[in-house]
């Protein structure tokens, strides 16, 4: 083995908890080295959350051209261009890309472009893109490889070569009928999208429902909007075998509620969770342990089984949001500093970016029924916010669940733009303050946040 390079830190991976650190170490003088063998700034803002949503809003626009008459606009023929669709996330993109690159030049972190992986304690051999090698070593190691799609052992699944999120997103025509595996956030969003842009879709879910980890009142608002659509659902499915290719033809041999039947599709997307990226980078080598799910294991401070090596993110099996893995690097940044921070009780929001929207915070009904903690439900539709009803977007509802004490246990909400809501209500709990704190506040109108009044009007009285 050649005389490695000596750095102050190595960064394995440049997803956000991974850019960050080498951002972070990098302005304060040190020599940091960040590892990618993909894209720099890792899935979000090249293949997952951004371009997603950027697609999602393209989809949002051809669905006021088929709702145009409703809003007394006469707009004529009109089609998608799906290579114009991705032509514009491209563009967001590569925008994208261009401001990673000032914020590793600004802090003076170096990008090694290669596949990283361990060959000795603190020791990270790399794999170059442009060929040949390099060894570095450092006394600090931060891991942030990420996770991928599953891709299940389905016969034939495989071979049929199927679209993931990454694929889907540089479709350049629309499906003739795209049946996707999942009825998870990944699949909900894409299986609407696409349906908005002309394709039939067919969705496929192993369990009963669609979002089946939701509260029922909320999976069945969710059913109720795809069927709207026309997006068909089969649920309790269990696909047997997989023939032909993604984009010639699929035929899915399917069991639903016992019985046997086949699907045929032009398109085939998988959405049916996430596959840890810990495997072949020599973590074996230099005892990290792993956990039976795959992920790194770590404690509490991101710390891993190695010393002087943290992990974040998705392969640290932390929650599978952009906005966590931001959080692991504040939490391992602080306690570098000295601090003791944990992963222990932070906030865990999350947004689905169906349209209308599905935004959550804290505990959710079924979480409270199942942990046996009692609360009282607020619940108003949609249609109580005035605002929702300039936009002529009423479907949907928000909910609270509140303590005995007044505090705020769990909010959803599922209606337009309804991700924005959550913050205030985050502030409100994180500060540990009443419900009223919100009920009492004065609103602009007409806003969507006029609803907070409605809804925490409508708490129940305390039982006496």
Known sequence: MTA????????????????????????????????EKKKVGGACPNFACLPSKNVVHSAK???????????????GEWHVDMA????????????????????????GAEIVMGFGHFIAEKTIQVDLLAGGTRTLRADKIFIDTGSRATISTVPGLTEANPLTHVEALELDI?????????????????????????????????NSHLAHQQDPDISAAITELFLDEDIQIVTDANVDRVEGTSGAGVTLHITSDGAPSELKGSHLLVATGRTPNT???????????????????????????????????????????THISFDDFRIVRSNLAGAN????GRQIPSCTFIDPELAQIGLSETEAAKQGIPYRLARIPMAAILRS??????????????????RILGF????????????????????????????????????MGEGFISLFSAVPAKKL
């Open 61 to 75: 626009v051809a669905s006021y051209f088929q709702r145009g008459p409703e809003f007394g606009i006469v707009s």
């Open 341 to 344: 921070r944990t992963t222990t």
């Open 84 to 107: 114009a669709v991705r032509s514009r996330k491209r563009k967001m993109v590569d925008g994208l890309e261009e401001l990673h690159l000032n914020n590793f030049r600004k802090s």
């Open 389 to 406: 009803r300039t936009l002529s977007e009423t479907r949907g509802f928000l909910k609270a669940l509140i303590s005995d004490d007044d």
């Open 279 to 321: 495997q072949n980078i020599g973590l074996e080598l230099v005892g990290i342990e792993l956990t039976p799910a795959g992920h790194i294991k770590v404690n509490k401070r991101l710390e891993t089984t190695a010393p002087g090596v943290w992990a974040m993110g998705d392969c640290a099996g932390s929650p599978y949001f």
């Open 4 to 35: 490695p390079e000596i750095y102050d830190a190595l960064v394995l991976g440049t997803g956000e908890a991974g850019k960050f650190m080498a951002w972070h170490l990098g302005s304060q003088g040190l020599r940091v080295a960040a590892i």
């Open 174 to 206: 629309v499906p003739e009928h795209l049946i996707i595996l999942g009825g998870g956030f990944v699949g909900l969003e894409f299986a609407q999208a696409v349906r908005r842009f002309g394709s039939r879709v067919t969705i496929i879910e192993r």
């Open 412 to 447: 959803t909400a599922f209606g337009p733009g309804v991700s924005d809501l959550l913050v205030p209500v985050q502030v409100v709990m994180s500060a540990n303050l009443p419900y009223t704190a919100l009920r009492d506040i004065v609103v602009a109108h007409p806003t």
